[in-house]
């Protein structure tokens, strides 16, 4: 039931998160929001996008293999109430990365045309931290991890993380300190990168 549970909650996230929000964007400014990897082949930029993209399949295995067999839950993280955190984890998540898109109106993106500029959002949710979207998205990604805590969503939640990581400081901070200059590095010196108060250009 975990696995089912887990399954359908990837499902929402991805329908609302990524599909309804893209429409949303496409009938608001006439794009859809996505501007595909950064950097060559092999750079890290390119590694931060696929990462992304890997991430995102693998999380969505996790639940699929579990219900087919394949893997099974780890038996120290599969009391009740870890999955019930893990649900909750996960419908906030869900909750969250709305709210933050919303929030983002219409510089909402995926991904980063270097010869775009949108307006840098330091409002709401953005004025406690730089990355509440990515911040939400890890999140919804620690609540399936509880959901079917297996190997495979151990390894999506570390590839998600890692590509995150990859995507804010080799791609976002640095075209973001370009396009918007003092602005941005005045805003990176007093708000967390994904924790308030962590991750200022002070601190890391």
Same mark, same amino acid.
């Given at each position: ?5 887990? @399954?359908?909650?990837? @499902? ?5 998160? #990524? %599909?309804?929000?893209?429409? =949303? ?7 859809? %929001?996505?501007?595909?990897?950064? %950097? ?8 931060? %996008? ?13 639940? +699929?293999?579990? @219900?087919?067999?394949?893997v099974s839950p780890l038996v120290f993280l599969s009391a009740a109430p870890?999955?019930?955190?893990? +649900?909750? &984890?996960?419908?906030a998540g869900i909750a969250a990365t709305l709210y933050a898109q919303n ?5 909402? !993106?995926?991904?980063?045309? $270097?010869?775009?500029?949108? !307006?840098? +959002?330091r409002t709401g949710v953005f004025g406690v931290v730089r990355n509440p ?6 999140? #919804?990604?620690?609540?399936?991890? @509880?959901?079917?805590?297996?190997? +495979? $969503? &151990?390894? $999506?939640?570390? *590839? ?8 804010? =400081? ?5 075209? *973001? ?7 941005? =590095?005045?805003?990176? $010196? ?15």
């Amino acid at each position: 039931m975990m696995a089912i549970s887990a @399954l359908v909650l990837y @499902l929402i996230f991805g329908a609302l998160g #990524f %599909g309804w929000r893209s429409w =949303r964007q496409f009938r608001t400014t006439g794009s859809t %929001g996505f501007r595909g990897v950064s %950097g060559r082949p092999g750079s890290l930029e390119w590694f931060a %996008g696929i990462g992304f993209v890997v991430a995102i399949l693998v999380g969505l295995a996790a639940p +699929v293999l579990q @219900l087919a067999g394949v893997v099974s839950p780890l038996v120290f993280l599969s009391a009740a109430p870890v999955q019930a955190a893990g +649900v909750l &984890l996960a419908l906030a998540g869900i909750a969250a990365t709305l709210y933050a898109q919303n929030q983002m109106g219409d510089s909402w !993106r995926i991904g980063v045309d $270097a010869e775009e500029t949108t !307006r840098l +959002v330091r409002t709401g949710v953005f004025g406690v931290v730089r990355n509440p979207i990515f911040a939400a998205m890890l999140l #919804f990604a620690a609540g399936i991890t @509880l959901l079917v805590p297996n190997v +495979v $969503a &151990l390894l $999506a939640f570390a *590839l998600l993380l890692t590509a995150i990581e990859l995507q804010v =400081r080799v791609v976002e901070e640095p075209y *973001l300190s370009r396009v918007h200059g003092a602005d941005y =590095r005045d805003y990176r $010196a007093t708000t967390g990168r994904f924790v308030p108060g962590v991750g200022r250009s002070s601190d890391v």
